[in-house]
T-cell receptor, first 118, second 112 residues
């Protein structure tokens, strides 16, 4: 089966500009996650969707970051305006909820979008 | 969130077994122990998970201490492709969230 797709793979912008990342999860996966991974650190969850509803956005900097998942399939993460500290890899992941208990399910990650803010 | 402690880095030789340790002394009774790994320039990928008993799959084995305060990921015969950052994660189910909380992980280097 096809994996999680993300685009673009790389993006370079100047500070104060805006940028958007796109993610298409594995077909049939109800849950979608966006993670931010700063160089040398493990990924950090930004937002989690269950279908098209937000489950957890406690770590999303809402003054500049926004995300949506219209129709419960693909998703877009936007940064406006970008800061230097937003330079990171943005990872999208999806999981199929329902067959196993929540703390056993596997998350499948895309290749990520590497963002450099100058 | 329940915390895990892993060595920052480890090194091994190709075709030898590798034992990656993880300490999780504050684990709760319902926490599952998951391992993910991240190859260079890729997103993390699932390796294995377990609750109390040792687990085996085609990628690795997971040995869990009897008191569950530590576990060890075992790669039986390392290849160069196993060079990656390995993350030991306790699954945190809070208010319906299923998030993975990643630490720093262990960077595994495999020598030819």
């Amino acid at each position: 089966e096809a994996g999680v797709a993300q685009s673009p793979r790389y993006k370079i912008i100047e500070k104060r500009q805006s940028v958007a990342f796109w993610c298409n999860p594995i077909s049939g996966h109800a849950t979608l996650y966006w993670y931010q991974q700063i160089l040398g650190q493990g990924p950090k969850l930004l937002i989690q969707f269950q279908n098209n509803g937000v489950v957890d956005d406690s770590q999303l900097p809402k003054d500049r970051f926004s995300a949506e998942r219209l129709k419960g399939v693909d998703s877009t993460l936007k940064i406006q305006p970008a800061k230097l500290e937003d330079s990171a890899v943005y990872l999208c992941a999806s999981s199929l909820v329902g067959r196993v208990r929540l703390n056993q399910e596997t998350q499948y990650f895309g290749p990520g979008t590497r963002l450099l803010v100058l | 969130d329940a915390k895990t402690t892993q060595p920052n880095s480890m090194e091994s030789n190709e075709e030898e077994p590798v034992h990656l340790p993880c300490n999780h002394s504050t684990i709760s009774g319902t926490d599952y122990i998951h391992w993910y790994r991240q190859l260079p320039s890729q997103g993390p990928e699932y390796v294995i998970h377990g609750l109390t008993s040792n687990v085996n799959n085609r990628m690795a084995s997971l040995a869990i201490a009897e008191d569950r305060k530590s576990s060890t990921l075992i790669l039986h015969r390392a290849t160069l492709r196993d060079a990656a950052v390995y993350y030991c994660i306790l699954r945190d189910v809070v208010q319906g969230a299923q998030k993975l909380v990643f630490g720093q992980g262990t960077r595994l280097t495999i020598n030819p």
